[in-house]
């Protein structure tokens, strides 16, 4: 019995200078690691749109304001503190010529003064504005707003059999305003009865809708924003006569004018 006591006072010391072990063993103190820091990245000012700045705004110093931009990224057609620090009063004032979205950088191409015409500021070279009389039925229930892109459908009566028949004349066109309301300050309208809506046209487009608004009634139709895109191009060519303007229609070959 004495035996098997000092058996188990033997285990029970073991089993405390193990348990001590452990624990001292468990307090090393911890490896420094050292992280080796790379190459330092240049940075510069940039001037970005504060928020979305849609077409036709006139800008304010709430609209711009100056962020870091690594220096190899800021391509020449940015606008830098470092060389024009005064750039937010110089551009206060200035109509935007393109939208530019929130984040982006404000590239001057998309500005315009604002001096002379408000509207003939807005328009690219090139293009022509044009006004033509809406309704809501005739405007996608008044939901057409400006800056948005339509299709224009004319429809008019065969002089003869008296049928009606409806035709898309132009695609892709942009809304200019609305009456005198521009995207940039539109605060929600749309194409209330009896309103204008100013169209942006080639010159060989506005002579289509003038001689088409004399033929019969001109429909718009709103385009969704998937196929908007200003690269997409009109299916379509005309050629002027006499009497009519002749469409070139996927091969087909249509006349507008008094003949129809």
Same mark, same amino acid.
């Given at each position: ?16 200078l ?6 001292i063993g ?7 690691v ?12 940039v ?14 110093d ?12 800021a ?23 393109h939208?530019?979205?929130?984040g ?8 315009v003064?604002?001096?002379g ?13 044009l006004a033509v ?10 939901f057409i707003l400006?800056g948005d ?18 035709? @898309? +004349?132009? !695609?892709n066109i942009? #809304? ?10 539109q *605060?929600? /309208? ?5 309103r ?11 002579? @289509? +809708?003038? !001689?088409?608004?004399? #033929?019969?009634?001109l ?7 998937? *196929?908007? /895109?200003?690269s ?21 070959v ?7």
């Amino acid at each position: 019995m004495r035996n098997a006591r000092v058996l188990v006072l033997v285990g029970a010391l073991v089993a405390g200078l193990l348990a001590a072990l452990l624990v001292i063993g468990g307090d090393d103190e911890p490896k420094t690691v050292f992280v080796e820091k790379g190459p330092q990245v240049a940075m510069a000012q940039v001037l970005v749109a504060t928020d979305t700045l849609p077409l036709g705004k006139p800008l304010s110093d709430g609209d711009m304001h100056w962020v870091q931009w690594p220096v190899e990224l800021a391509s020449e057609g940015l606008i830098q503190k470092s060389i024009q620090p005064d750039a937010i009063e110089e551009f206060q004032g200035k109509l935007v010529r393109h939208a530019v979205f929130k984040g982006d950088p404000i590239r001057p191409e998309r500005l315009v003064s604002s001096e002379g015409g408000y509207l003939s500021a807005l328009l690219p070279k090139g293009k022509r504005a044009l006004a033509v009389s809406v309704k809501p039925v005739t405007t996608a229930g008044g939901f057409i707003l400006p800056g948005d892109k339509i299709d224009i459908i004319l429809t008019r009566s065969d002089a003869h059999t008296d049928e009606m028949t409806s035709d @898309i +004349i132009l !695609q892709n066109i942009r #809304v200019l305003a609305i009456d005198t309301v521009t995207a940039g300050n539109q *605060d929600g /309208a749309t194409a209330y009865p009896e309103r204008t809506a100013t169209l942006e046209l080639k010159p060989e487009e506005t002579e @289509i +809708i003038a !001689q088409a608004q004399e #033929v019969g009634t001109l429909t718009l139709a709103l385009r969704s924003v998937a *196929d908007s /895109a200003d690269s997409d191009v009109t299916k379509m060519v005309r050629r002027k006569t006499k009497s009519a303007v002749t469409f070139v229609r996927y091969g087909n070959v249509e006349q507008l004018g008094s003949g129809n």
